[in-house]
């Protein structure tokens, strides 16, 4: 019985002895591949902070930090990450997850479409060509219609079942930093006229500047780098947090939030950050860019000056770098 018993214990250690790593690198050629893309990206000068408030504008533009979570829980972070800064359109992902989570993946397909619109992200131009259909939850008018789908009775059960998710990606208790938060809010009258004009095309049902209010708050949701990247592995790891063991959402609707954000993820450099990296991802003005390798890792970068489209400069170079030195572009299959 005892030999039986040892046995067992033997032939279990060589199992999970055996599972296969999230990825083929050591961890020390995963640092170095981190620690190369800092040194090579951390002094460049391209860029500007978004300035349409001053909590923005302010923001240390120095601030710099990657972070790389694989799905088997590993913690790999070089530079700055613990810096906060406001999480503003990646937020989008997540809400549009929770809505997945209560009405199916359909849902979001049918009320406001997952294709492009080839506009800026709060463009109304786009609203009008298509009367709020062909819009996707990664661009205002969609992610605002994302907002007004999640359910709860009032205001503040909407928004806990916002904040609920976000950190329950995290694995860590998120909040808003109100001093993004009352100037944006103060300040957001296109994006309530954006509500509006979708609650007039009848893909909000109600309420369409309690939406917008709602999104202002989840747009000021203060993160760092690690929290950017545990929220990522969740995803890349089917919906389960790698590090709390969670499972946050159904496996099922990960196919579908990465594919939203492989097509509209990095506004109107979609197209071109898929072409070099091949993964799903989302940028926020606030500086940070999150990223998916589905089944092997998640990463993200914090850098605040942004180019053109809205960007990160750092955060997307870095980012591609340490992608690309781990494998982690899933178009990239090798010949037998
Ligand atoms: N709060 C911003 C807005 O909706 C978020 C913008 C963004 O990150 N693209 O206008």
């Excluded at 989008?92 to 406001?112: C, D, H, L, Y």
């Amino acid at each position: 019985m005892k030999r039986f018993r040892d046995l067992m214990v033997v032939s279990l250690v060589l199992v999970v002895g055996l599972a296969p790593a999230a990825l083929a690198q050591s961890p020390a050629e995963i640092e170095a591949a981190l620690k190369s893309a800092h040194a090579r990206y951390k002094d460049l000068k391209e860029g500007a902070n978004a300035d349409y408030i001053p909590a923005l504008a302010k923001v240390d533009p120095n601030i710099f930090g990657i972070v790389v979570v694989t799905t088997d829980g590993k913690v790999y972070t070089v530079g700055d990450v613990t810096s906060e800064v406001s999480i503003q359109s990646i937020s989008k992902v997540f809400t549009m997850a929770r809505v997945m989570e209560e009405q199916g993946p359909e849902a979001i397909a049918s009320n406001m479409g997952v294709d492009a619109t080839g506009q800026v992200f709060n463009s109304i131009v786009a609203v009008e060509q298509h009367k709020g259909a062909e819009m996707n939850a990664m661009v205002n008018p969609g992610a605002i219609t994302a907002t007004s789908m999640v359910k709860g009775a009032t205001s503040e059960e909407i928004w806990g079942s916002i904040i609920g998710t976000y950190s329950d990606f995290d694995g860590r208790k998120l909040s808003v930093n109100q001093e993004v938060y009352k100037p944006e809010a103060e300040t957001n009258q296109r994006n309530q006229a954006i509500a509006m004009l979708m609650y007039a095309y009848g893909h909000i049902k109600a309420e369409p500047l309690r939406a917008t209010d709602i999104y202002t708050r989840q747009c000021s949701v203060n993160v760092n780098a690690k929290d950017l990247a545990v929220m990522a592995a969740t995803l890349a790891n089917g919906g389960k947090n790698p590090l709390t063991g969670k499972q946050v959402i159904n496996t099922q609707n990960v196919p579908e939030i990465l594919a939203v954000m492989a097509t509209a993820g990095l506004y109107d450099d979609s197209g071109k950050w898929l072409f070099s990296t091949g993964l799903p991802a989302k940028s926020g003005v606030g500086g940070g860019i999150l990223a998916v390798s589905p089944g092997k890792f998640g990463i993200a970068a914090i850098a605040p000056p942004l180019d053109k489209a809205g960007n990160s400069v750092k955060a997307q170079k870095a980012i591609a770098d340490v992608s690309n030195a781990l494998g982690g572009n899933p178009y990239a299959p090798k010949p037998r």
